[in-house]
């Protein structure tokens, strides 16, 4: 029944918006089922099962890059084969979407259109996901901003994106606690941070420091204290401090560059049950650095849109009761830096 709605929201968009079939009838198509049936299907929230929860992190996709050339739509395909090679060989539990996920300034007036390409292998696995906005993401010309992109992947029951606090700058400041296998005891947390880009400044602002710091102490007097990961889309420039130390796992190739971000490498360093940060933007990084009780990590590229020379793949993290193991897979199933924090790591 979901994956009979599914398909349906996703036909009815594609075609109102390419202009393929009948767009009237399938557009009332669109509107009708939302309104009589995709509001009951809320997202199921998440479990572990068998005593972990595994994330596959797909990050810097591009969608739409040069859509109107032969090479850009040979580009997606290219990026639909990275997601189902990875997610038939790991079978994740979740999917982290950590932005750039469209190139937004290349498309024209169908970015929903192509949000809807990008998340059909989870929808086709029914396996939920959640969205953290880039700096590419909004840059389209119609029906494309941030809080438009983030309200269409609500629509999907699958989907545990969300548009946080108004008042905060960008639209992806929220969290997703992680339940156990058979209870409601949250075992695991997820946190997003926006950090802006496209129509919005590239910047993590003091606010939303504020905002994740008393989210952060407001769920451990709430849950306790659960192995969590943080996922933004640019990262600061002390990342590069920790992999020029020499002790970390995987590549650097793209320096980094600083971004306004008021504190926020000695804020993360401060809240105990962060133990994976993953990020974006540079496309050749896929790094791991560990540093106190934490690993500060960079997703590997997964999308063929956007420069690059590095084969393509992804960032998994498992998440257990106390500790957190990430390694990346990559398109030809190959699997490589494998390492582990836990809640009493010291490195």
């Given at each position: 029944?979901?994956?009979?709605?599914?398909?349906?929201?996703?036909?009815?968009?594609?075609?109102?918006?390419?202009?393929?079939?009948?767009?009237?009838?399938?557009?009332?198509?669109?509107?009708?089922?939302?309104?009589?049936?995709?509001?009951?299907?809320?997202?199921?929230?998440?479990?572990?099962?068998?005593?972990?929860?595994?994330?596959?992190?797909?990050?810097?996709?591009?969608?739409?890059?040069?859509?109107?050339?032969?090479?850009?739509?040979?580009?997606?395909?290219?990026?639909?084969?990275?997601?189902?090679?990875?997610?038939?060989?790991?079978?994740?539990?979740?999917?982290?979407?950590?932005?750039?996920?469209?190139?937004?300034?290349?498309?024209?007036?169908?970015?929903?259109?192509?949000?809807?390409?990008?998340?059909?292998?989870?929808?086709?696995?029914?396996?939920?996901?959640?969205?953290?906005?880039?700096?590419?993401?909004?840059?389209?010309?119609?029906?494309?901003?941030r809080v438009t992109l983030i309200s269409h992947d609500m629509d999907y029951?699958?989907?545990?994106?969300?548009?946080?606090?108004?008042?905060?700058?960008?639209?992806?400041?929220?969290?997703?606690?992680?339940?156990?296998?058979?209870?409601?005891?949250?075992?695991?947390?997820?946190?997003?941070?926006?950090?802006?880009?496209?129509?919005?400044?590239?910047?993590?602002?003091?606010?939303?420091?504020?905002?994740?710091?008393?989210?952060?102490?407001?769920?451990?007097?709430?849950?306790?204290?659960?192995?969590?990961?943080?996922?933004?889309?640019?990262?600061?420039?002390?990342?590069?401090?920790?992999?020029?130390?020499?002790?970390?796992?995987?590549?650097?190739?793209?320096?980094?560059?600083?971004?306004?971000?008021?504190?926020?490498?000695?804020?993360?360093?401060?809240?105990?049950?962060?133990?994976?940060?993953?990020?974006?933007?540079?496309?050749?990084?896929?790094?791991?650095?560990?540093?106190?009780?934490?690993?500060?990590?960079?997703?590997?590229?997964?999308?063929?849109?956007?420069?690059?020379?590095?084969?393509?793949?992804?960032?998994?993290?498992?998440?257990?009761?106390?500790?957190?193991?990430?390694?990346i897979r990559m398109e030809d199933k190959k699997v490589f830096d494998r390492?582990?924090?836990?809640?009493?790591?010291?490195?």
């Open positions: 029944f979901t994956t009979l709605l599914y398909t349906i929201k996703f036909e009815a968009h594609r075609t109102c918006n390419f202009g393929m079939g009948s767009g009237r009838s399938l557009g009332l198509i669109k509107v009708v089922f939302p309104i009589l049936l995709w509001g009951v299907l809320e997202a199921t929230p998440l479990r572990f099962k068998n005593g972990k929860f595994r994330v596959a992190q797909f990050t810097d996709l591009h969608y739409g890059e040069d859509e109107f050339t032969p090479w850009g739509p040979i580009q997606d395909i290219n990026s639909d084969h990275v997601m189902h090679s990875v997610l038939s060989a790991e079978n994740p539990d979740f999917v982290l979407f950590t932005g750039d996920t469209l190139t937004g300034n290349n498309i024209d007036s169908n970015a929903t259109a192509y949000w809807d390409h990008v998340v059909l292998p989870c929808v086709q696995r029914d396996t939920p996901w959640a969205h953290v906005l880039g700096n590419h993401d909004d840059l389209s010309q119609s029906h494309g901003d029951p699958h989907s545990h994106s969300k548009l946080g606090p108004a008042f905060l700058a960008g639209v992806t400041n929220y969290f997703i606690p992680i339940y156990g296998e058979n209870s409601n005891e949250v075992e695991g947390m997820i946190y997003s941070l926006d950090s802006g880009g496209g129509n919005v400044p590239v910047q993590v602002t003091a606010d939303q420091i504020e905002w994740l710091i008393d989210t952060y102490y407001t769920n451990i007097q709430t849950y306790g204290h659960v192995p969590s990961v943080l996922a933004f889309h640019i990262p600061v420039s002390e990342f590069e401090d920790l992999y020029n130390t020499g002790n970390c796992v995987g590549s650097l190739n793209n320096s980094i560059e600083a971004i306004p971000n008021k504190g926020l490498f000695d804020t993360i360093q401060s809240l105990h049950d962060i133990l994976v940060i993953t990020t974006g933007h540079y496309h050749e990084n896929d790094f791991c650095c560990p540093t106190g009780n934490k690993l500060f990590c960079q997703g590997r590229h997964s999308g063929y849109g956007g420069y690059s020379n590095v084969a393509r793949g992804s960032r998994i993290m498992e998440i257990h009761n106390s500790s957190i193991t990430t390694w390492i582990t924090v836990s809640l009493n790591s010291v490195f």
